[in-house]
């Protein structure tokens, strides 16, 4: 493979891509898709292999590992055999790596079978399959992505609490800033970096803010289709992380990383619009709520509980979900009001939306829109109705979501129709990954026990 052929097949990528490379040419290619925690799995080569090749294979075994690295016991064939799947390259997703050494793009794959099937458990597969069953009923969903992480000093021992980083001041971030500008500014060049990333990758940021902890960032995304979105968070969370490093700072996706610090959310706005006209079907004519809003609503109330293991999926995700900490315990809704799980903004008719506050930064962002619009489509489909709105304080209601991850799985067991919608094969799965690193994680004695059992007990 030349030189020049590889430059003609540089004439075939998405604009962004060719800008960004501005006649140089390629000289590596990562072939990538996302595991269950929302990794980046893959291979990189050469430009020239990767044009060169025919096909390219995973073991199927990247599906079975936990966060530890660990593997869940899973009673197939494929378990042993470990399986080969088949990569199959988006062109479209074919972007740019601009912390790279060398001259590389990655590229988002999907996985199939040997046989050609989609391979079922896959996260971006599972979003996929959702997304059909709206296409099947002439709906379309539109998301828009909230991301919230802390910048933190480096930290090599895990022994050691997290600190935010010294900003140009030389002064260590403080929390309980939100909003501030000279907060923010503490931080230009991390900042300055992520756009600049983002600019080569084709990424529109919407709006960056100071939130409410110290070193605590949140980058809004402009809306979209949710496997747009849900492709560009895969890769924004890497690309922002190497930010951080080229600043000798850390970035952190944690949900509590820090713990007097409020927790960081992935608040994600849902609409659903009509594939015949374009139409938010969430507003009728006169511009006033339809069925088919208070139904995506009252399936969000009735299902969220099943799916919190997808959109909480650590034991650190339910430190976030506590009284006290700008974070939702319930599922309530409201207009306006930012203490509801569901909150409905206000805004134009067309713009008629909800958005989801449960969901944790620590999600894989295919699973956590899947596991969201699955259960708004129920709702719809099933025409439920929600419970009334809360206008004051949704905070001092009960606290109704699961308090843990092993509570939350086995909600997630209880809802076959949810499950079938996500996928048996997907669910069983996920349910045995998650249980491996619940047991993992029971055998780890905190400084908590020993500071406070020790000789007390």
Not at 321 to 345: F, H
Request: charged share 25%; proline share 6%; with cysteine.
């Amino acid at each position: 493979m030349s030189r020049q052929e590889i430059l003609e097949w540089s004439r075939s990528l998405p604009l962004s891509t060719r800008e960004w490379l501005d006649g140089r040419v390629v000289e590596e290619v990562e072939c990538i898709i996302s595991d269950f925690a929302g990794i980046a799995r893959g291979k990189a080569m050469p430009a020239r292999k990767f044009l060169s090749q025919d096909t390219s294979f995973l073991p199927i075994s990247i599906f079975f590992q936990t966060i530890t690295g660990e593997y869940a016991d899973y009673d197939t064939p494929e378990s042993v055999t470990e399986t080969d799947m088949m990569l199959v390259p988006d062109m479209r997703k074919a972007i740019a790596a601009p912390y790279a050494q060398d001259v590389t793009l990655q590229i988002i794959h999907d996985i199939r079978y040997q046989s050609g099937e989609a391979v079922e458990i896959a996260p971006r597969n599972v979003l996929k399959r959702v997304l059909r069953k709206y296409r099947a009923k002439g709906w379309r969903p539109v998301v828009a992505p909230e991301l919230e992480f802390y910048l933190t000093k480096p930290n090599i021992d895990p022994d050691f609490p997290l600190e935010p980083p010294i900003g140009r001041s030389g002064r260590q971030g403080a929390g309980r800033q939100s909003y501030s500008i000279s907060a923010i500014d503490e931080y230009a060049a991390v900042i300055d970096t992520v756009y600049d990333y983002a600019e080569a990758q084709g990424f529109e940021i919407d709006t960056i803010i100071q939130e409410g902890g110290a070193g605590q960032i949140e980058i809004n995304l402009n809306h979209g289709d949710p496997l747009d979105l849900a492709d560009e968070v895969f890769i924004f969370k890497r690309t922002i992380r190497e930010a951080a490093l080229k600043h000798n700072c850390y970035a952190t996706f944690m949900a509590k990383p820090m713990e007097d610090e409020p927790g960081s959310a992935m608040h994600i706005h849902q609409s659903v619009v009509s594939t015949r006209d374009g139409r938010n079907v969430f507003s009728d004519d006169r511009g006033e709520p339809t069925e088919l809003f208070y139904g995506f609503l009252a399936g969000q109330q009735k299902y969220l509980h099943a799916v919190i293991s997808i959109l909480a999926p650590y034991v650190n995700s339910y430190r976030r979900l506590v009284p006290g900490n700008s974070a939702p315990i319930n599922t309530e809704w409201g207009i306006d009001n930012r203490s509801t799980g569901l909150r409905v903004p206000i805004s134009k008719p067309e713009a008629r939306r909800v958005e989801n506050r449960v969901v944790g930064m620590d999600c894989n962002p295919y699973l956590a829109m899947a596991a969201c619009l699955a259960c708004g489509y129920l709702g719809m489909t099933e025409k439920l109705e929600p419970r009334a709105r809360v206008d004051g304080d949704a905070y001092s209601l009960p606290h109704a979501l699961p308090r843990e991850i092993f509570e939350g799985l086995k909600q997630f067991n209880a809802y076959p129709k949810l499950r079938k919608l996500l996928g048996e094969e997907f669910c069983r799965m996920y349910e045995r990954i998650k249980l491996r690193e619940f047991e993992d994680y029971m055998r780890v004695i905190s400084p908590w026990e020993r500071e406070h059992l020790l000789l007390n007990v």
